[in-house]
Structure formats: C-alpha cells, structure tokens
C-alpha cells in the first residue's frame, strides 16, 4: 500500500533537548489538574491523614518502579516513539501497529482534548457570567490549534515553552504547600484522625478494598512518567539524560504531591476534605482568603495548558516513528525542512 510504505526522509529530527528539557517535560506533563482536586477522592477512601499520606508514598513508589524499567528501555532505545518503539522490539510490528493506532484514535488525542475542555472550564471562573457549553468548547479547541502552531515552530521553542510553565506550576504548587503550613488557618489538630479504621464486619478486607480505591485515584493522578520517551530521537546524549529525566522527574511529582497531600489535610482536616469539591482552592481560601482561591485557579490554568503543551509536543512522535517504519500514512514522517518539526503529524494528532 504506497501510503503506508516506509520512507526516507531528507530532514529528519534533531537531538536539541538537553536534561533539564526532558525532565520539565514530564513533570509538566504529570503535574496537570489532578493534585489539585484528587486528595478528596483520597480522604473520601481512606479518612485518615496518614493512611492518605501512606497511599501518596505507595502510589510514588509503584509509579517509581515502572520509571525505572521504562528508563532502562530508553537507555537502549532512544527513538521517536517511546514505548511503540519498545513494544515494536519487544513482541514485533503487530504489537507496535496496535499501540500507536490506539494512542493516534484514542488515547493521546482523547487526554489532550479532556485537559483543554477542563483549561476551559476553569478560564470561566474569570467570566462574568457561567461559560456555555459552546464557548467551553471554542476555548478548548483555540487552546489546541496555539498549542499546535507553538509546537509546529520548532522543538525548541515548544520545550522552552513546557520549561516556563512548568516552573511556573512548580513554583505555585510550592507556594501553596508553604502558606498552608506558614499561615494561619492549619493545625497540628486537624491531622486527626491519624489512621483509616474500617468500621462494621469488613475488617481487613475493607481496609484494603479501600485502599485500593485511593490507590486508582493516586495512580491516574502520577500518570505521564512515560511522555519523555517519545522524543527519545530528539535528546541530547539520550543514554544519559533520557533515564535520568524520568528518574529524576518521578522523584519531583512524588515529593509535591506527598507535600501538598499533609498541606491540604493540615489546613482542612480529613473530614473537610471529604466535603470539598476542590481542595486546593479551598486550602487556599482559608489561609490567604479569597484572592487565594483565584490564585489557585491560576495555578489550575497554567497547570492544565502545560500539560497539555507536553502531550501536543510528544504525542505526535508516535504517529511519526510508525510513518518511518512503514506502519502509517508515510505523510506523517514529514519532517519540515525549515523548522525541523513532524508538522503534519502535529497537525493532525
């Protein structure tokens, strides 16, 4: 089939992503809206300060585990694709074919058309009056097309992009960790109760049952270590910066959540996480007041646009790499000779 023959291209990717590129990148691109509104889902599964606590620490380290097999693949492996080039090595073509039609149908455009619907919703805290579900849907879909167009204008301008507004989420995310404990409004007390006791006959079996429920939630909520490795063709020195970006950004995610997860329930209690349908802005509306909870949205905005910049800026390697294996429409392999960058792939994830 001439559309799906591989090919050659003149212009081909190059390595300009150094270490500290890499690993903005995923934690952009873990970082996201999730911390900011999933310890609730947690304290309403195990209402306990350290049982939630216990669940971040757990939840990181399983996340940790995973990084470190998939850092030990791209040392090997660094090519554009990520876990299809993977996949493609490991268990042949077909396996690779299966993964990157999901992720170009399913997967990656339905996650970054989901973060830029819920960037919408939050641009409406800002509105005089209550977004329509047509106006959410414009603002998401301009929220994609600049994304895109940044990304088509070279990697370089994309990574720098994904490096401002990760520090940015960092640096608001740290900010809230600091107030809640420097502030007034938390307290030692509101840690109470310490431990998840399950109450009526289930026993052991309840404890863990429940667990295991915060445990989804903490997982989806760490979800994103993997997106570096899409652009393993376009790293520096990937044997060594590709692992260590991954490590080294999973460590990050852990520390901020486990951090923002003893804020939270320092300053709302268990129980008031429990009750709240985004804990973040309510922390932040009780040590800083109202301004507080607009700071947070903020916070919310930039978090959502840059991982959403991530998955634009990676996802699109993935049809690219099956385009130069002959797998996908050889107009995916285009690499613009100017700009360096897989546009139509880019343009049509």
């Not at 641009?123 to 047509?134: D, H, K, M, N, Q």
């Not at 938390?186 to 026993?203: E, F, I, K, T, V």
């Not at 429940?210 to 044997?239: C, K, N, Q, R």
């Not at 991530?310 to 797998?327: D, E, F, K, Q, S």
């Amino acid at each position: 089939m001439p559309l799906m023959t591989s090919t050659a291209t003149t212009t081909e990717l190059k390595r300009e992503l150094g270490l500290f590129d890499a690993t903005m990148i995923n934690v952009g691109t873990m970082i996201a809206s999730a911390i900011f509104i999933v310890p609730a889902t947690v304290a309403a599964a195990v209402t306990g300060s350290l049982t939630m606590t216990l669940v971040w620490i757990v939840g990181g380290v399983a996340s940790l585990l995973g990084a470190l097999s998939i850092a030990e693949l791209a040392a090997a492996y660094p090519e554009a694709g990520g876990q299809y080039a993977y996949l493609r090595e490991a268990y042949g073509q077909a396996w690779g074919f299966l993964y990157g039609w999901a992720n170009f149908a399913v997967i990656n455009t339905a996650s970054i058309a989901a973060i830029a619907v819920g960037f919408a919703r939050y641009v409406g805290f800002f509105t005089r009056s209550p977004l329509s579900e047509a106006a959410i849907r414009i603002i998401a879909i301009l929220s994609i097309a600049a994304l895109t167009w940044l990304n088509c204008r070279g990697v370089r301008l994309g990574a720098t992009t994904q490096n401002i507004l990760t520090t940015l989420k960092i640096g608001a995310l740290g900010a809230l960790i600091v107030t809640s404990f420097a502030l007034p409004g938390g307290s030692g007390a509101h840690m109470h109760p310490l431990w998840y006791s399950a109450s009526g006959a289930g026993g052991a079996g309840q404890w863990i049952g429940s667990f295991g429920v915060a445990m989804v939630a903490v997982l989806w909520a760490y979800d994103g270590w993997i997106e570096t490795t899409y652009v393993g063709s376009e790293i520096i020195d990937p044997g060594r910066n590709l692992p260590r970006s991954i490590i080294l950004s999973t460590v990050i995610v852990i520390a901020l959540y486990v951090l923002a997860s003893l804020a939270y329930v320092f300053v709302l209690s268990p129980a008031g996480m429990v009750h709240s349908d985004l804990v973040a802005s309510d922390t932040a509306r009780v040590t800083m007041g109202a301004g507080g909870a607009a700071l947070v949205v903020i916070a919310i905005l930039i978090s959502t646009i840059g991982a959403n910049n991530g998955i634009v800026l990676t996802a699109a390697r993935i049809p690219y790499a099956m385009a130069r294996g002959g797998l996908f429409f050889r107009s995916q392999a285009f690499v613009h000779p100017r700009l360096g960058t897989p546009v139509v792939a880019l343009i049509t994830q």
